[in-house]
Nanobody
């Protein structure tokens, strides 16, 4: 019943900031014990978690991306936003948002899997050189 939909530009130029929005329906993003992840999958590679924002508004990021990642939320719109700065072609990937409950938080941080929560359909982002 919880549905997530990613949106944003499909093409971004190198050095620019990627900005994507996850619109959540069916449940408030402030619901206790829920965490909203951003995950990406580059071509030919596995899923990589970027970071998440928790129900209290706390954030946590992958060490490799922390320096250029920002995740925020707009509770009035029930939306979660990802911003990834200084992008390069290596950031080209399908980007997903996902709703993860507390029971699967550690598992998600180990190896992200679609079985661990509710996922959006993903959106392709291509970074031009």
């Amino acid at each position: 019943q919880v549905q997530l939909q990613e949106s944003g530009p499909g093409l971004v130029k190198s050095s620019q900031t990627l900005s994507l929005t996850c619109t959540v329906s069916g449940e408030a993003i402030t619901t206790v014990y829920t965490y909203y992840f951003w995950i990406r999958q580059p071509p030919g590679k596995g899923l990589e978690w970027i970071g998440y924002i928790g129900f209290r508004g706390n954030t946590h990021f992958s060490p490799s991306l922390k320096s250029r990642t920002s995740i925020s939320r707009d509770t009035s719109k029930n939306q979660v936003t990802l911003q990834l700065s200084s992008v390069t072609p290596e950031d080209t990937a399908v980007y997903y948002c996902a709703r993860i409950t507390h029971d699967f938080l550690d598992a998600m941080l180990t190896i992200p899997k679609r079985d661990f929560g509710s996922w959006g359909q993903g959106t392709q982002v291509t970074v031009s050189s």
